[in-house]
T-cell receptor
Framework: DTAVSQTPKYLVTQMGNDKSIKCEQN?????MYWYKQDSKKFLKIMFS???????INETVPNRFSPKSPDKAHLNLHINSLELGDSAVYFC?????????????????FGPGTRLTVT | AQSVAQPEDQVNVAEGNPLTVKCTYS??????LFWYVQYPNRGLQFLLKYITGDNLVKGSYGFEAEFNKSQTSFHLKKPSALVSDSALYFC????????????FGSGTRLSIRP
């Protein structure tokens, strides 16, 4: 059983298109995250949801819109894709709540979605 | 500005030797500190964390890390390296005063030669 799964694994698309990445966790965690890892392996948090509520929204273009239909799912929709959006996007989950004692806790990461914008 | 630094892009160690992967941080107040490992084409895996208490933290796969407040460091160590330890290692910090922030280091590639 995969704890945190993402679809698709690879996504190749043209500039200007709109695309979505889906994430599901079966760990019963309350908090889910989206991260972006660029070509130099720098990892940056983008968003976090706790029980379907947006709790972290880093400085990310508003072309990126997360949605959490329930606490086991967190999707990422990207409008008007640009070349600079090419990266690997990781979903993660944890039982911890950022902002409370213990912070992020132990995060479980998905396998990543490699997005290539041409 | 709050930051975390991994000063070495790459660390090379012979199998069986001890290994150290360095991490230093700069945050206001007390930190929460984490180590993660990333194998090729995989997501990150949690190794260990320091929240409070004993400065020496033991984690997965025989790794440990020591929190040193005076040197603002949290170096990852293992007494005897395995070839299978070869991977990319990330240090991360959450400032206690801004517990909704997490900052990852740039990563250190650990290469263990047989």
């Amino acid at each position: 059983d995969t704890a945190v799964s993402q679809t698709p694994k690879y996504l190749v698309t043209q500039m200007g298109n709109d695309k979505s990445i889906k994430c599901e966790q079966n760990l019963g965690h309350d908090t889910m995250y989206w991260y972006k890892q660029d070509s130099k392996k720098f990892l940056k948090i983008m968003f976090s949801y706790n029980n379907k509520e947006l709790i972290i929204n880093e400085t990310v273009p508003n072309r990126f819109s997360p949605k959490s239909p329930d606490k086991a799912h967190l999707n990422l929709h990207i409008n008007s894709l640009e070349l600079g959006d090419s990266a690997v996007y990781f979903c993660a989950s944890s039982q911890g709540h950022p902002g409370l004692a213990g912070g992020f806790g132990e995060q479980y990461f998905g396998p990543g979605t490699r997005l290539t914008v041409t | 500005a709050q930051s975390v630094a991994q000063p070495e892009d790459q660390v090379n160690v012979a199998e069986g030797n001890p290994l150290t992967v360095k991490c230093t941080y700069s945050v206001s107040g007390n930190p929460y500190l984490f180590w993660y490992v990333q194998y090729p084409n995989r997501g990150l895996q949690f190794l260990l964390k320091y929240i409070t208490g004993d400065n020496l933290v033991k984690g997965s796969y025989g790794f440990e890390a020591e929190f040193n407040k005076s040197q603002t460091s949290f170096h990852l160590k293992k007494p005897s390296a395995l070839v299978s330890d070869s991977a990319l290692y990330f240090c991360a910090v959450t400032p206690y005063s801004s517990a909704s922030k997490i900052i990852f280091g740039s990563g250190t590639r650990l290469s263990i030669r047989p």
